[in-house]
């Protein structure tokens, strides 16, 4: 069971100019939701444009900061910064060995600030080896960027120059073998490109694309979630206690509001290693906070500006929409059962269907049931009206209704062109999957939360939208195994990779986000989107099952 406030300290520099070192980590302590005690190290006269002077605090009284700190709160983490010279990285070394040894060791993440993001030293050259013989051994987690691990690496004539991934990833287990638990190297200063990432990626090694496309997002990068500079990527690399390698991907932000980025990422990992978070996910979560800092910020001073520490003042389950991620919901909801949306979009029946080798019996028996489907479909469209409480969303879930009924003539036209007449069409039974799915749409929207209906109707417009978009993709491959030309399924692959499908898949994302921002959920009720969105992606599933087997 986790605090409600867990006590964190960070021991570190101040910044006058409010951007990094113990300004920052309060800062990302307070919209964490912990509580933050600080040491002060070292006064710096410093603003966005650079660090003017420095005056070290005597050591004598850095220790007795720690003390009293100490000796009075619980601390459950401690995260070390700048701590600017041989003096005061004894006293900190030296204090904290006594209380581990005497009291119990308290997890310790070791940022290892050595030059400040304007090039100014900010650690005595003399005080490395002190860092590295007597903090690092004592230390959970060390937390350097590529100078400052060449450096580290340079004093203990290890290789240290860090040109590319491969080299980051060995860089990362040599600095392990210095003493700290574990090791994230962060990759903010190397150019990496999806290439690099394929080259050094193998069995042992996992890879956490975390605002990166993946398979079967095909709907997000076709409707406005851009991917650019795909050969400069933003890659930092955990080097875990047992050697194993994750490398959290991002795609890398052009902007001069990076001043502190650092701090931030190691404060905001203090305070998800205080709430019990395992390792890789609270790098993950904190570095997907730093980089919305980063991209949310607004520009500040007029050199390398702060980030925006307090985007998630208010705790968000859903991100806010940004450039890079205009579908935080979507994403977020797909992430979350990939497994199941990938069995959904790339089903059997699809892929029968796009060699076209699908039997015929068994697309005939799916296009019946998704006549009958469409009623269902068109009455949750309608108590979605009726939920509905200004004119707009109204109007909106009419359309589609009308759409739904304009659709199924069309759809009795095509099962015309299949030999299914009118009569056989209107009388055919349900099968257990579609009632199955029917009744839980119009449950859904019985209850009292229009937005549920709202992701619950998402899954079969965006899941179609994917499946038709992944088809033409995989058409246009080299020697693919689709059939396109000559396909006797062609003109349904068609209606759901051409241009009207997707225009109404782009509104329903619009819908979907707009709702999300407009009325951000509690905890319960976004469980209770996500139990919709899992449910109605395995009723899906369940409706290709049904079509292969002929169940009637």
């Known amino acids: 069971m986790t605090l409600e406030s867990p006590p964190v300290l960070t021991i570190a520099g101040s910044d006058s100019s409010g951007g990094a070192g113990i300004q920052a980590d309060l800062k990302t302590f307070t919209v964490h939701g912990c509580y933050g005690a600080s040491v002060t190290t070292a006064l710096t006269a410093q603003n966005t444009t650079g660090v003017q002077a420095v005056y070290g605090v005597p050591p004598d009284f850095v220790k007795q900061q720690i003390n009293s700190v100490l000796d009075d709160i619980d601390v459950k983490v401690i995260k070390t910064g700048m701590l600017f010279d041989t003096e005061n990285t004894k006293a900190v070394a030296q204090i904290l060995k006594e209380r581990f040894d005497a009291k119990g060791h308290i997890p310790l993440v070791c940022d290892p600030v050595c030059v400040s993001t304007s090039g100014h030293a900010l650690l005595h050259p003399d005080a490395v080896d002190t860092l590295i013989d007597e903090l690092f051994p004592i230390s959970d987690l060390l937390t350097p960027n590529k100078a400052e691990a060449e450096l580290l690496l340079k004093q203990r004539n290890f290789p240290s120059r860090i040109a590319n991934l491969q ?277 859904t929207g019985m209850q009292g939360d229009s937005m549920k209906l709202v992701v619950a109707l998402a899954a079969c417009l965006l899941g179609y939208g994917e499946i038709g978009l992944w088809l033409k993709e995989e058409a246009r491959a080299p020697d693919s195994w689709v059939q396109w030309e000559g396909n006797p399924y062609l003109k349904w692959m068609e209606d759901y990779s051409g241009d009207v499908y997707q225009k109404a898949v782009k509104a329903g994302l619009e819908t979907l986000e707009n709702r999300a921002a407009a009325d951000a959920p509690s905890l319960v009720r976004f469980a209770d989107w996500q139990d919709a969105w899992e449910r109605c992606t395995r009723l899906e599933k369940g409706f290709w099952n049904m079509a292969m087997k002929l169940e009637a």
């Open 167 to 443: 080299d980051m990833v060995n860089a990362a287990r040599r600095l392990r073998t210095l003493g700290p638990q574990a090791v994230l190297l962060k990759g903010g200063h190397c150019v990496v490109s999806l290439e690099d990432l394929a080259n050094v990626s193998s069995d042992d090694t996992q890879v956490i694309r975390d605002d990166l496309l993946d398979e079967n997002l095909n709907i997000l990068r076709i409707h406005g979630m851009k991917e650019q500079h795909l050969d400069s990527l933003v890659v930092d690399v955990l080097c875990a206690s047992d050697n194993h390698i994750t490398m959290f991907v991002r795609t890398r932000l052009q902007s001069t509001s990076t001043h502190g980025t650092g701090c931030t990422l190691s404060a905001a990992l203090v305070c998800q290693l205080a709430r019990g978070t395992p390792l890789s996910e609270a790098v993950r979560l904190a570095a997907a906070y730093t980089h919305i800092g980063i991209e949310t910020a607004i520009p500040i001073g007029s050199g390398f500006g702060p980030l925006n520490h307090i985007h998630s003042i208010t705790p968000r389950l859903v991100s806010p929409r940004t450039k890079t991620n205009p579908y935080p919901l979507t994403s977020s909801l797909i992430r979350s059962t990939r497994v199941i949306w990938k069995e959904y979009i790339q089903h059997e029946f699809v892929v029968l269907l796009g060699k076209g080798t699908l039997p015929k019996e068994n697309f005939i028996h799916f296009i019946k049931q998704d006549y009958l489907y469409l009623k269902y479909y068109a009455r949750a469209y309608a108590l979605l009206a009726a939920k509905s409480h200004a004119y707009a969303p109204i109007s909106a879930a009419i359309d589609v209704v009308f759409s739904i009924v304009q659709e199924s003539s069309m759809h009795m036209g095509y099962c015309a062109e299949w030999g299914i007449t009118e009569n056989e069409l209107i009388n055919t039974s349900e099968s257990p999957a579609l009632t199955a799915y029917g009744a839980f749409l119009i449950d």
